[in-house]
Structure formats: structure tokens, C-alpha cells
């Protein structure tokens, strides 16, 4: 199932119009994938931005024109690899590096997805993209004709762990794909917090919606509380000085902005004001969106 398919398929099961989810999934990979509904979806790039973390299989002497196990195999070399050679080049990728974006993927290219051009036989230009590897974890290691490495990494939003795979092999000389991969977590959803559509479809036919959870839930940003009285001027708009909502000690930038517990939307402290960003309009409760954290791919 794509990401996509997911969204469509739970709007079904909650009767929700708008939904959207906070970073694509392969659709042969599985695991966390948040999804923010109804009003909500106006939160999703704040979601989408948080580092994300991934169980991985790498199998090596095999390179693939997708760069993972759904591709058209395009070199076979006979690896001769010792896992602590694998170790030390796979950990050679820490901290910030570049990465080209692969051919079957998502990004746009003159008003175009590239994985329509690649589709159509188009090798694109593409420029090289920073990103960041902040952990890695070797977890196993199956010697074959084309030995497999299972390892977990921690990255910044935007990375590719197919193109780490690919660029893994291609340092060890013999090339190398993803066979197999689990997002663990993204930003504050974690796997065993997630739920599967099975599992959704059950809990409503038992007219259980707990798994929704409220707008703002894990937002990586500071809290700013506001009187009743600057409420109001919040949701239409309008600005409101620090020294009249007892934020004279909030730091500048963005903050999620609350009154008497309930999310108003998104703030940025500046100039000694503060300045809505995105406003939820009244009412929007539990049920008007949130992170549901959907098991599958």
C-alpha cells in the first residue's frame, strides 16, 4: 500500500474530507506513519520536519535502478566483504552529508515528479541535497552469496536511507541495495504507539476514537498560554503584546498557542508581539484532526 492509499482508505474509516500525511513511506517499506486530519493538515510541515528513525537491510553485490528490492536489478558483483569493513564505511556516513535524489522519487523537476520521467526512461539533472545521519546502529550481519547488513539510523527529515544504502555499496566497491526497511519512529510517534487500519476499523465499529489524538500533540515547539480575553484576538488575526498575555519571557520564534488547555494554532513571538501564523478555528477538538499514527506503508 502507498502512503496514499493509506490517506484514502482512513478518510474512509473516519468520514474525514482532508487528510495528510507528515513524510512519505515507500510502499514496500512499513512502519510509523503520522497522519494529521481536518484542520489539522494545516500542521503537517511542522510534523514533517522532525528527525525520523528506521530500521534498515542493506544487501550488497546487487544494485537495483530504484536503489531498493522493487527495482530492475542493473549490476551483479560478487561481494567479498567482511562485516567490519561494512561497519566502519556504514559509519563513515555520520554526521552531515550529501545526497543525490534518486530517479523513483517524489521530488519535482521542472513541474514535474521524478519518478514519472524515470518511468518514461528520462535520466534527469539533479542537484545534490544536504542532509544528516545523527545515529546509526549495527544490528546483524548474514554472510550469503550476497550478504545482508541490519542496522537502525537516526536522520534528519528529507533522507533517502535507500540512496544511504546505495552510496554504502557503492563505497565498498560493490554496489548494494535496500532490501527492506521500518520507520520506527517520526518525530514523537513511535511504532508501538501506532495502529493498524485493521485495528482502526475495529475500534470504530466500537465506537472507540481514543487513537486520535488532539491538534497540537508533539508539536517540537514552546508553549505560550493566553488569557481568555487575547484568545479571541488570536483566532481572528490579530496581534497582542507580550506584556498584555504574561509572555514578556517568551523566546522569539514560532510557539503553539494555547488558552486554558485548548490548541489555537501556531504563534511567532517578534518585536515584543505575539503574531498568530496558522489559526484553528473554534472548536476544533479531538476529532477535528490530529496525529493518528497509522501502521503500514
Known amino acids: 500500500m502507498t502512503s496514499m492509499g493509506a490517506l484514502r482508505r482512513l478518510r474512509v474509516l473516519l468520514g474525514e474530507k482532508k487528510a495528510g500525511h507528515s513524510g512519505t513511506l515507500d510502499p514496500g517499506a512499513t512502519g510509523v506513519l503520522p497522519v494529521c486530519l481536518g484542520q489539522a493538515t494545516r500542521l503537517a ?90 545515529a546509526i546502529r549495527w544490528l546483524d550481519w548474514t554472510p550469503a552469496q550476497y550478504p545482508r547488513a541490519v542496522f537502525t539510523v537516526t536522520c534528519s527529515s528529507g533522507t533517502y536511507i535507500r540512496t544511504l544504502c546505495h552510496d554504502l555499496g557503492e563505497r565498498l566497491g560493490c554496489g548494494a541495495h535496500m532490501s527492506a526497511l521500518c520507520r520506527t519512529q517520526a518525530g514523537p510517534f ?67 498557542v494555547y488558552q486554558a488547555g485548548t490548541f489555537l494554532g501556531i504563534g511567532r513571538v517578534e518585536a515584543e508581539v505575539l503574531r498568530p501564523v496558522k489559526v484553528l478555528s473554534a472548536g476544533a477538538g479531538a476529532d477535528a484532526g490530529g496525529g493518528t499514527m497509522v501502521q503500514g506503508g
Open 45 to 134: 510541515e511542522y510534523y514533517t520536519r522532525q528527525p525520523k528513525s528506521y530500521r534498515a537491510e542493506a544487501t550488497f553485490g546487487l544494485t537495483t535502478d530504484t536503489q531498493d528490492a522493487e527495482g530492475t536489478v542493473l549490476r551483479r558483483t560478487a561481494p567479498d566483504l567482511r562485516p567490519e569493513a561494512v561497519q566502519e564505511a556504514l559509519f563513515s556516513f555520520l554526521g552531515k552529508i550529501k545526497q543525490l535524489p534518486p530517479m523513483y522519487s517524489a521530488v519535482h523537476h521542472n513541474g514535474q515528479r521524478l519518478y514519472d520521467l524515470a518511468r518514461r526512461g528520462v535520466v534527469a539533472e539533479r542537484a545534490e541535497r544536504e542532509t544528516e545521519i545523527l
Open 190 to 256: 513511535q511504532l508501538e504507539q501506532s495502529v493498524s487500519l485493521a485495528e482502526i476499523a475495529a475500534r470504530l465499529a466500537a465506537g472507540d476514537r481514543s487513537f486520535i489524538l488532539p491538534p497540537g500533540w508533539g508539536l517540537p515547539l514552546p508553549v505560550l498560554e493566553l488569557p481568555p480575553e487575547r484568545a479571541a484576538a488570536f483566532r481572528h488575526g490579530l496581534l497582542s503584546a507580550l506584556a498584555r498575555i504574561g509572555g514578556a519571557a517568551a523566546q522569539p520564534g514560532l510557539c503553539a
